[in-house]
């Protein structure tokens, strides 16, 4: 039946009972009679209200469904063309639908858990509390555990590892080296903080790059041997000519018993002078290395960055006014604080800004730009940017490695130099540049 024709035809049959229970008080019908009408009543008002609260019922039911995950629950349909068949049948769409989506969310669950578990890079997820929620096959091949319930454990196996973990913030990264039976491993830890429905947790990343830097530092070794050959034989190769002429004359001299003239003694005094020369360049070559070997440990400290361009403007200001340099500085905010070794802070900046200048030597804008900010993960920038010639992209890739140098007159060592400081102070120095507009150096102070 149609649950409207329903409905009227209750609120009908009780509108007549009503009806004759106020004839029956009015006529007089008798107490038996009028309690029968009453009684009747009041049956008709509780099913009437238990029959208009049917369908609320089956509605409160299907949300609790709902709110439960219970998708499988089916409600009957006659095909009868009444508004409870209707209403039965869009339960059942719904549901069907609901479970359709619950069953391709619990398939991309396992599979992205599947993809997550079974990645060659290390991957661990923890929450506020520490508790571990995924911990992966890679990653308890190199810690070599079989399971970790919270991430506290970890400082079992390597107090490093758990201290630049429970450390890092977003970006973060850290190079720890662990044991392992396979021979120590250099692991790269790289952690991220998400919030996901009001909870903060952490993704930290541990990749092996032992044979990525085994690979690299061989590289740079073959490069500095390069370098280092080269420079010695282009040193060598002379004295070694000029100390066999000098030898030859004077033997044949020696010889044939002929004296020793002034013009003689002066081409050797000429021969020693010269070998003399190279030898000193050869020495303080020798120097430039073992200053780039042995660079004293940073003593940390907080320097005012806003002080520090003060000090380098006066410090400069001589060269830039000479060559008619104008020199900015930018900071933001003006109170910026970095926490670092002052004195080798300061002497990359003047690597950086003595480059500056002398790329700027014929160029028509002469302008250099000294800016400090914080990024938007929360790293400390310094910036020295310059309107010069730029660099090649050839030579972009080789401005750090020890010697190498463009310039006509230099050691090769400054950039080198200031990347090991950065590295000492955990950050890092990067390199933008564009032929014709200038270049661009990023000091990276990961805090």
Sequence with gaps: MDYRVGLLGRIA?????????????????????????????VFQLIFLLRYSESSFKKVRVFL???????????????????????????FNAILAKLKED?????????????????????????????????????????????????ISEIEGVNKELHLAIQNLRTGGSELIKIAHPDGIMQLSVYVIELLMRG????????????????????????????????????????ISSLAGTLKGELEYKIDHDEPLLPADMEDCMMGISTIEKRSEGLISFVSDFRSLAHIPPPKFGSIGISKLFDQLEILLQNQLEAQGITLKKELNPKELILFGDQNQIEQ??????????QALEDAEEKTITL???IDEAGKIILE????????????????????????????????????????????????????????????????
């Design 13 to 41: 049959l009780m509108a007549a009972s009503l009806f004759l229970l106020a004839y029956g008080i009015i006529d007089d019908w008798g107490v038996f009679m009028i309690s029968l009408f009453l009684i009747l009543v």
């Design 64 to 90: 609790d469904n709902i709110k439960q995950d219970k998708y499988s629950q089916l409600y009957p349909v006659k095909f009868d063309g009444t508004e409870t068949d209707d209403l039965h049948i869009e």
């Design 102 to 150: 619950q069953a391709e969310k619990e398939a991309n669950y396992q599979y992205f858990r599947s993809v997550f578990k079974h990645l060659s890079i290390g991957l661990i997820t923890f929450g506020e509390n520490g508790d571990i929620q995924i911990l992966n096959v890679a990653a308890k091949r190199i810690l070599q555990v079989d399971e970790l319930k919270n």
């Design 199 to 238: 909870e903060r947790f952490k993704l930290v990343s541990l990749q092996n790059i032992q044979s990525e830097l085994e690979e690299k530092e061989m590289e740079a070794w073959q490069n500095l041997v390069k370098i280092l050959t080269h420079e010695i034989m282009n040193s060598i190769a002379p």
């Design 348 to 357: 990359v900046l003047i690597n950086l800004l003595q480059n500056a200048i």
């Design 371 to 373: 800016k400090a900010y």
């Design 384 to 447: 020295v940017c310059d309107t010069g010639k730029g660099i090649e992209e050839e030579a972009l890739s080789k401005i750090f490695i020890p010697f190498f140098t463009t310039k006509k007159k230099g050691s090769g060592i400054g950039l080198s130099l200031s990347k090991q400081i950065m590295r000492r102070h955990k950050g890092n120095i990067q390199v933008r540049s564009t032929l014709g507009e200038g270049t661009t150096f990023k000091l990276i102070f990961n805090g």
